[in-house]
């Protein structure tokens, strides 16, 4: 199809949208997605680039298609991950839809119940949600769902990427499946995401049950020049660089930036330092943070500042402006210290360079702690900026990282057997599980294991067979579904408001710390806790004089793939230098690549230390952890130093006569004596395997079988000992 049989099949109302809008032509993309939704089936996977038109080219011939009959019955489904996304993607189809009267409708916790109760009397046309809310209408408003969905035509998953490895998605596989129930034929499905790693994955959960089905439409486009630039600093105090910081101040205090970092302890104290070089150049305060903590109406704000196009604002966020939120046209992205993956970077980069002919530009800042006289040599090696440069290499080589599934997602299926329950007021057993194993939403759970679980929920009052063979929810069944907090899949710590007066600014989780007098950076104001109560879960605070005793979170370790660890042991292998290194981070990269050959650290991994061997793993955590656990299992004592997990393992030597060969020896027949990793997770606590949402009534047998594919790398791990140089 070219370009203007494309046009010509669109809806009147759409053309004029298009002539409204002054596109001088369709692209590629669009034309490709027009063809496939008016003259197809199948359903589909667009990925491509940020701002490049994923949305417009799956919304303007979704809409033609149901303009003709646009009412009686929601048509399109459009599933966001974010409320704010979702708020963002509403204002933009309102604009597209009002020429053609078709609805639009938003339902999510800051929907008014009025707008939501319009929905249920005179549904139609778009509906935007979020899988929470899905889970709500689906327990909720059982008796209006087939009104509401009986005509569904399309569901559209925004953001597929962010779905594909979080319980979310297994979830929202399962609402998708349960929705398909109610109208006369399946809903075609549309993903759109512009950071997938396989595309084979991707179409499997979109179609768990004929992937081959999806047509994907990844069309090569142009994209926008990327310039970088990398300052690297030593500080002697561990604290943000105060050279950093004036660099940082002076490139972004008259531009539109977004500045991540990897934790929200960083948003604060950098929002709190930059404003306050603001206030002594007698400017207003020109940065904004943005993290989950932060009340609602103050990351709003700051979105709302950043589409001022007077004004330069920066916004100090973590991740949670990496999708594809309207925040106006950016001048650049700043990044403070490494990405964790390299999707993630794909993203923070996709950010800027949206506008025609804009080319991408970040700015990454990498720190170290200067080296003490009695160092040893390990912790002399700056890995945080040699993990930045080997993202960057990855994504100028086209890789992204492929999504992990889970495959025992036990605790998903729990709440899904108590939400379907209720959906359907009992359920015989074969016919719930037939729903979930014939439905291929949990495809590598057997039977055996339902048998198991629906075993233990009996035998716990979640839930309860009737003499006629159904089963109901059990009353403790009941009190777990009935709960708000039901609705999410996702773990969220404890928070507590803080209050100031009579605004919220925030959350915090509660610590043994917390104290009045105690500080705390949030909103990027500093303030002083004034009274704690514990059965409210509020603090009340003042505005703080001076920094004390101020309290951060701490954060965990996120996974890393084998790849990045591997482009690390490359580049301090190789001779290539980056052009955008600065020079002291080019000088750290030579001085690290001396001592990596001095060592000999290109042919062995290991090092002979005093009483101790040295392991230079170069690969992912998971192969990481699995090693670790195999080596306390054959009963060595191992530590990561100075936390250069997965970077740098010690582990202690029992002997002199034990050496590291014979190590390996011993490794690999312990290795040998099971076929899975189970043993391995023997010795860790039943309460330290529980770490998702609903594990708590999830039978400890089957914990740990999920525990041993999640955790660890089995396979992995026998071929990373096989591969050790002795």
């Not at 981070?585 to 001592?595: A, V």
Request: charged share 25%.
């Amino acid at each position: 199809m070219d370009m203007q049989a494309a046009f010509d099949s669109l809806t009147p109302f759409v053309q004029e949208f298009i002539y409204r809008q002054s596109w001088q032509e369709l692209r590629p993309l669009q034309v490709e997605a027009i063809d496939a939704i008016l003259h197809k089936q199948n359903d589909i996977l667009i990925t491509t680039g940020t701002a490049s038109g994923k949305t417009e080219a799956a919304f303007l011939p979704v809409l033609s298609l149901i303009s003709h009959n646009p009412v009686g019955s929601v048509k399109v489904l459009y599933v966001g991950p974010l409320k704010a996304l979702i708020n963002d993607q509403f204002r933009r189809l309102e604009q597209l839809c009002e020429h053609g009267a078709i609805p639009v409708h938003r339902w999510h916790g800051d929907v008014a119940a009025n707008q939501k109760s319009d929905l249920i009397e005179h549904p139609g046309g778009v509906l935007q949600i979020t899988p929470e809310s899905i889970e709500s209408l689906l327990i909720n408003k059982t008796k209006s769902l087939r009104r509401l969905f009986s005509g569904l035509e399309f569901i559209i998953i925004d953001e597929v990427h962010a779905f594909l490895e979080a319980d979310r998605g297994i979830q929202l596989q399962s609402q998708l499946e349960r929705l398909s129930m109610y109208g006369k034929e399946r809903p075609r499905r549309i993903g759109l995401s512009a950071t997938i790693g396989d595309c084979e994955i991707a179409k499997r959960w979109l179609n768990p049950k004929d992937p081959a089905n999806v047509h994907l439409i990844n069309p090569v486009v142009d994209i926008p020049p990327t310039r970088l630039s990398h300052l690297h600093y030593i500080t002697s105090n561990g604290n943000i660089p105060d050279e950093m910081l004036g660099d940082l101040y002076f490139l972004t205090r008259n531009r539109k930036s977004l500045i991540f970092c990897n934790s929200r302890r960083y948003v604060e104290q950098i929002t709190a330092q930059l404003n306050r070089r603001c206030h002594h150049d007698r400017f207003d305060e020109r940065y904004l943070p943005h993290h989950g903590s932060i009340s609602k109406e103050i990351r709003e704000d700051a979105e709302e500042k950043m589409r001022e196009e007077d004004r330069p604002h920066s916004v100090v966020c973590t991740n949670t402006l990496e999708l594809g939120i309207d925040i106006g046209q950016l001048e650049l992205a700043v990044q403070i210290d490494s990405t964790h993956s390299v999707m993630s970077f794909v993203q923070r980069l996709g950010r800027t360079g949206r506008k025609h002919g804009a080319p991408r530009i970040m700015q990454i800042y990498s720190s170290e702690l200067a080296p003490e006289q009695n160092d040893p040599f390990y912790e002399r090696i700056p890995f945080s900026m040699l993990k930045a440069i080997a993202v960057v290499s990855l994504f100028v080589e086209g890789w992204i990282e492929p999504p992990e599934q889970k495959p025992l997602p036990y605790h998903i299926l729990f709440h899904q057997i108590l939400s379907r329950l209720i959906e359907t007021n009992g359920s015989a057993p074969r016919d719930l599980v037939d729903m979930f194993y014939k439905g291929a939403v949990f495809p590598s759970i057997p039977l055996e294991d339902y048998a198991t679980i629906f075993k233990h929920l009996a035998e716990m009052d979640y839930i309860e067979q009737l003499d006629t063979g159904e089963i109901i929810l059990g009353l403790e069944g009941e009190k777990i579904a009935r709960s708000r907090d039901f609705y999410a899949v996702f773990q969220t710590p404890p928070e507590w408001e803080v209050i100031f007066g009579e605004k919220n600014i925030g959350r915090i989780s509660p610590s043994s710390d917390l104290a009045p007098g105690i500080c705390l950076l949030l909103g990027g104001q500093l303030w002083e806790v004034v009274e704690i109560y514990p059965e409210q879960k509020q603090v009340t605070v003042k505005r703080a004089v001076d920094a004390h005793d101020v309290l951060f979170e701490g954060t965990g370790v996120p996974e890393m793939h084998p790849r990045i660890a591997q482009k690390v042991f490359d580049l301090l292998s190789g001779s290539i230098e980056p052009g955008y290194l600065s020079a002291m981070g080019l000088s750290r990269l030579r001085e690290s690549r001396k001592s990596f050959s001095e060592l000999g650290m290109a042919t062995q991994n290991v090092i002979e230390g005093e009483r101790c061997w040295i392991l230079f793993p170069w690969t992912g955590t998971k192969i990481v952890r699995t090693f670790d656990l195999l080596v306390k299992y054959a009963g060595f004592q191992s530590e990561f130093p100075n936390m250069l997990f997965p970077w740098v393992m010690v582990i202690n030597r029992p002997d002199e006569s034990t050496s590291w060969r014979s190590l390996l020896t011993n490794l690999q027949e312990k290795a040998a004596e099971f076929e899975d990793g189970v043993n391995l997770i023997a010795e860790i606590s039943d309460e330290l395997l529980r770490t998702h949402k609903f594990d708590q009534y999830i039978p400890e047998e089957l914990i740990r079988k999920r525990a041993a594919v999640e955790w660890i790398d089995w396979e992995g791990v026998k071929k990373f000992i096989n591969e050790l140089h002795p």
